[in-house]
């Protein structure tokens, strides 16, 4: 068996199905020959053993019933980083890199203040872990990733072992802000804490009609009747913090849908109605309101 025969029979499986099915079997087969696409194309007449041909099959069959090929191939990349993901984590999405990108825009003008970036949901990692590495020579910065989920953070906590970045993020199992809420209470300078909200934000309805979706985590897609549960929640969190620490000023990223953004505006407003939070919106490469800043 070849492998050009090993995409046709794999673009086979998936063209009813996968809208950029050749591309997809061209994943496929670079995953399981351990080989880059480029070099696949420059060697189609190369013959395989009969259990990689098989394996691509498998894996082609798989994707074509909407398993997510980042589930298949057990990797996915995110802001130019590797990530390992699985069953229980969510797969990163590009519309998330607007947090890096927005985060690094805005802050670390002046490293006299101190910071402490805090990704609540962590996944992954993708996202406190493309920070830290960018960020891993900056003073004053530490760094904190939080999530429920032990099977979960046991993935992050690879992915940060492979840039090297370890020792450099916390781990910490818990609910929200619950993890490291009495740190934040006790600190005694002037400090900035900067918190990635990339939390469940998708209704019942929005999950059905994404069949693309329905095999990752379902505590990690879904936010409630509006989709708002957890932020209404984390909003609490930090109303309490404030309260009893004023030394400390939050800036908050909180990854939402087109939609959501006025009901987020209005539910932060009514909270906080005595701290006056100011929030802006940055819309994704596709015109959809994405992310919702809100300094408080």
């Given at each position: 068996?070849?492998?050009?025969?090993?995409?046709?029979?794999?673009?086979?499986?998936?063209?009813?199905?996968?809208?950029?099915?050749?591309?997809?079997?061209?994943?496929?087969a670079?995953?399981?020959?351990?080989?880059?696409?480029?070099?696949?194309?420059?060697?189609?007449?190369?013959?395989?053993?009969?259990?990689?041909?098989?394996?691509?099959?498998?894996?082609?069959?798989?994707?074509?019933?909407?398993?997510?090929?980042a589930?298949?191939?057990?990797t996915?990349?995110?802001?130019?980083?590797?990530?390992?993901?699985?069953?229980?984590?969510l797969?990163?999405?590009?519309?998330?890199?607007?947090i890096?990108?927005e985060?690094?825009?805005?802050?670390?003008?002046?490293?006299?203040q101190?910071?402490i970036?805090?990704?609540?949901?962590?996944?992954?990692g993708?996202?406190?872990?493309?920070?830290?590495?960018?960020?891993?020579?900056?003073?004053?910065?530490?760094f904190?990733?939080?999530?429920?989920?032990?099977?979960?953070l046991?993935?992050?906590k690879?992915?940060?072992?492979?840039?090297?970045?370890?020792?450099?993020?916390?781990?910490?199992?818990?609910?929200?802000?619950?993890?490291?809420?009495?740190?934040?209470?006790?600190?005694?300078?002037?400090?900035?804490?900067?918190?990635?909200?990339?939390?469940?934000?998708l209704?019942?309805e929005?999950?059905k009609?994404?069949?693309?979706?329905?095999?990752?985590p379902?505590?990690?897609?879904?936010?409630?009747?509006?989709?708002?549960?957890?932020?209404?929640?984390?909003?609490?969190?930090?109303?309490?913090?404030?309260?009893?620490?004023?030394?400390?000023?939050?800036?908050?990223?909180?990854?939402?849908?087109?939609?959501?953004?006025?009901?987020?505006e209005?539910?932060?407003?009514?909270?906080?109605?005595?701290?006056?939070?100011?929030?802006?919106?940055?819309?994704?490469?596709?015109?959809q309101?994405?992310?919702?800043?809100?300094?408080?």
């Amino acid at each position: 068996m070849k492998i050009n025969q090993a995409l046709e029979q794999s673009q086979e499986k998936l063209k009813n199905n996968i809208k950029d099915y050749q591309k997809e079997a061209l994943l496929i087969a670079s995953f399981v020959l351990e080989l880059p696409p480029e070099k696949i194309i420059t060697q189609l007449e190369k013959k395989i053993k009969k259990s990689q041909f098989k394996k691509i099959i498998k894996l082609s069959e798989k994707r074509s019933q909407n398993w997510p090929l980042a589930y298949l191939t057990g990797t996915k990349s995110f802001y130019n980083l590797d990530f390992m993901v699985n069953k229980n984590t969510l797969i990163p999405r590009p519309e998330s890199e607007l947090i890096i990108e927005e985060i690094i825009k805005n802050n670390f003008n002046t490293s006299e203040q101190e910071t402490i970036i805090i990704d609540i949901g962590t996944g992954s990692g993708c996202l406190i872990i493309s920070l830290a590495d960018i960020l891993k020579n900056k003073e004053n910065i530490s760094f904190y990733a939080l999530d429920i989920s032990r099977r979960t953070l046991k993935v992050a906590k690879r992915n940060a072992r492979k840039y090297k970045l370890r020792k450099i993020i916390k781990f910490l199992k818990g609910n929200l802000l619950k993890p490291i809420r009495k740190k934040l209470k006790n600190i005694k300078k002037e400090s900035h804490i900067i918190i990635i909200a990339n939390l469940p934000y998708l209704t019942k309805e929005e999950i059905k009609k994404e069949p693309s979706i329905q095999l990752e985590p379902r505590q990690a897609l879904y936010g409630g009747k509006d989709g708002l549960k957890y932020y209404k929640k984390l909003w609490s969190q930090i109303k309490k913090i404030k309260e009893k620490n004023n030394k400390i000023n939050f800036t908050v990223y909180q990854e939402i849908n087109d939609w959501q953004k006025e009901k987020l505006e209005e539910m932060i407003i009514k909270k906080m109605r005595n701290h006056s939070p100011q929030s802006e919106i940055i819309k994704d490469l596709n015109n959809q309101q994405r992310l919702l800043i809100t300094n408080y």
